[in-house]
Nanobody, 125 residues
């Protein structure tokens, strides 16, 4: 099992930046990729960004390209999401997810076996 704990959410004004963190514990050596998804009120959960755990390959949703950066620190078993130029539309609960069996499905939720509890990001306009 892999446990994921997100942190770093909060209330910010439009144009500000936030960095989310997701710390993995447990069988973290079995992680192949990690991703960030988000769910806005009244909407389905959507993919934001993902990163390969060993090769560092990154994949972004169109909404994240140019503003968000996903990175990882293997030594700390932690993945980050740096979010710049935040907009009101970025308001959502952000979830961290881990691919534990190498599906590499990147933007598809079934590819991730482990999920965090989520952290709220609220952007005021």
């Amino acid at each position: 099992q892999v446990q994921l704990v997100e942190s770093g959410g909060g209330l910010v004004q439009a144009g500000a930046s936030l960095r989310l963190s997701c710390a993995a514990s447990g069988r973290s050596f079995s992680i192949y990729a990690m991703a960030w998804f988000r769910q806005a009120p009244g909407k389905e959960r959507e993919f934001v960004a993902a990163i390969g755990w060993t090769n560092g390959k990154t994949v972004y949703a169109d909404s994240a390209k140019g503003r968000f950066t996903v990175s990882r620190d293997n030594a700390k078993n932690t993945v980050y999401l740096q979010m710049n130029s935040l907009k009101a539309d970025d308001t959502a609960v952000y979830y961290c997810a881990a691919d534990g069996d190498g599906d590499y499905m990147w933007w598809l939720e079934p590819g991730y076996e482990y999920w965090g509890q989520g952290t709220q990001v609220t952007v005021s306009s």
